[in-house]
């Protein structure tokens, strides 16, 4: 390398883990708050093809407890790569309309698509 030429590294933008993990105990708390968080776990066959959002055997909000809660914990843990594309808040704007309390949880999810899209 010639004199003043600097090393140019063109590293990978990790994701804001602890951004991400914040958000998600927040989506938690409101589902509990606004009681869209359920107790009892899904029934076997609601895994067997649920389909995108896992619109084929559960609604939204169970997917987003069942998958997307525990998901997003165990890419969180591995230091894993979130998907490129998230529409979580789409999502929620479709499947919570007409539902006012649900207005913080889709704000949060909007949230969180802005964060993992980064």
Not at 8 to 20: E, G, M, Q, S
Not at 53 to 68: A, D, H, I, K
Request: charged share 25%; with cysteine.
């Amino acid at each position: 390398m010639g004199r003043g030429a600097r090393k140019r590294t063109t590293a990978r933008k990790l994701p804001p883990y602890a951004a991400v993990a914040g958000k998600i105990a927040a989506i938690e708390a409101e589902m509990k708050r606004i009681g869209l968080w359920q107790d009892e776990p899904l029934p076997a066959e609601a895994w067997e093809a649920p389909g995108a959002f896992g619109g084929n055997s559960m609604t939204y909000e169970q997917w987003l407890q069942f998958v997307l809660v525990p998901r997003t914990h165990q890419i969180i843990a591995e230091r894993g790569q979130f998907p490129k594309r998230s529409h979580l808040g789409t999502m929620a704007v479709r499947n919570f309309d007409g539902m006012d309390d649900a207005a913080g949880l889709t704000e949060l999810l909007v949230q969180l698509d802005r964060l993992v899209e980064c």
